[in-house]
């Protein structure tokens, strides 16, 4: 499985398309009555299918077969666009200056007659990034586009596209792709390529991709080659960073019992695991989500998915309000985390913050015995701190330890520790990935060398690039540029380091085993085996 999973699965139909029912069907209908326009607009964020669809427009328009939304996918029309090598299919990046220069050229050539095809189809991506005269060159186009001609543009931001341009497009907005659908066509990837995958590990990950089915699959690539040709939950929590389900379900379960305690003591348990707790806010406003769903429209949950035993149980604990609130203070503490004195305060204020607080009227489960006590637990629990639920004085925990140096002197002080770096930044999905398959390679003014294994780079994408940009700008307090060059790391990449460590915690779980004398007994006495899969080491 050399080919990257996004290209060996880009849909080649209408049909195959995931996620973009409403777009496709308005395009089919008029396919289907020869009703064509001269020029389509797609908008929608990145990932999403504006490429792919402007492919497959094109192939509609061009098929040797007719004009039609199924084209046939074999006259040497439909190759030659899905091989990218059709001479009447010009496609522009616009966000690429080097590109950009040639389109006045191209434009210039419109006026001349398709040379294999029935048209002659610009697809223009980023077209809101057009320099002023490439603009004025293609609405001249566009105006008075010739018989022959198609425009299919893409923009993530159509704000930006000009009036007179978007005026003369048929617009189609493209929607973010719910989880549950990635989560189904991961699983249908994985099936035909016959990797073994758990249910739980691609849920994750449809979810880690949000809204882009080009992310889940690159996301995808680096779990198979993580998990050692396999997919499990544990690997790919491991790979993003993740809480993992395990850890918030005993945080809300403690939180349903009104226990103060349990849930500092997880939050603990959290930190000395190295989770991003950031990212672990993220992820439980998203079980909220699930569990208000659960609540409200039980049929809406996927059966397939394998945390919904645990967030049907949730959803018996809390009432729907309560799930409501709790939900607010999670996406509050998401925004008050950069404010706080680290991270780890920041999360545990969020979840005393959701013990403190209950919808007017409520009453939890079990309301903490000194909050009762103090008489502030019916009503509107909006007492001072008692002490069951007092906030810790800040301590240096997890991520504040990595945070050091102060900024001051991360901004004057040259980047030593490229993996202690990335662990003080919060990156997830893409650019965490990207960032921890690189290595520095050196630093010259403002410009950041890395490299990046050739195995890797299709994670040096543009979104994922400027998060990097931006967090490391953000973290070091001075301007930063980015040169990612593709080659064989010569040093260790954080993601390589990780890997030698999960393998030598491995070895030393499988040698603990092997020692250990009832295991012996079992081998010698019993001739069993010891199945080497099975071992998993503790974090
Ligand atoms: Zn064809």
Redesign the pocket.
Known sequence: MNQALARKWRPKTFAELVGQEHVVQALTNSLGTQRLHHAYLFTGTRGVGKTTLARILA?AF????GVSAT?????S??TGIDAGRFVDLLEVDAASNTQVDKMRELLENALYAPTAGRYKIYVIDEVHQLSGHSFNAMLKTLEEPPEHVKFVLATTDPQKVPVTVLSRCLQFNLRQIPAEQIRARLAEILQSESVAFEPAAIAVLARAARGSLRDALSLLDQAIAHGGGQVDEASVSAMLGLAGHEHLYNVLQSLAAGDGKAMLAQADAMAAHGIAFEQALQELASLWHRIAVAQIVPAALSADDADQPMVQDLAGRFSPEEVQLCYQITNQGRADIVLAPDEYAGFTMTLLRMLAFAPEGATRAAIPAAMAASGAGGERRTAPAAPAAAAPTPQAKGAKAVDSPSKADAASARIADWAGLLGALRLSGMARQLAHNCELVGESGDVLELRVAAAHKHLLEKGPQERLRAAIEEHLGRSIRLKIEVGDPVGHTPAQLDEQERRSRLESATQALNADPFVRELVDGFGAQVVPDSIKPQR
Not at 71 to 75: E, F, H, I, Q
Request: aromatic share 0%; net charge neutral.
């Open positions: 192939k061009n098929c040797e077969q084209p046939c996918g074999t006259c029309a439909c």
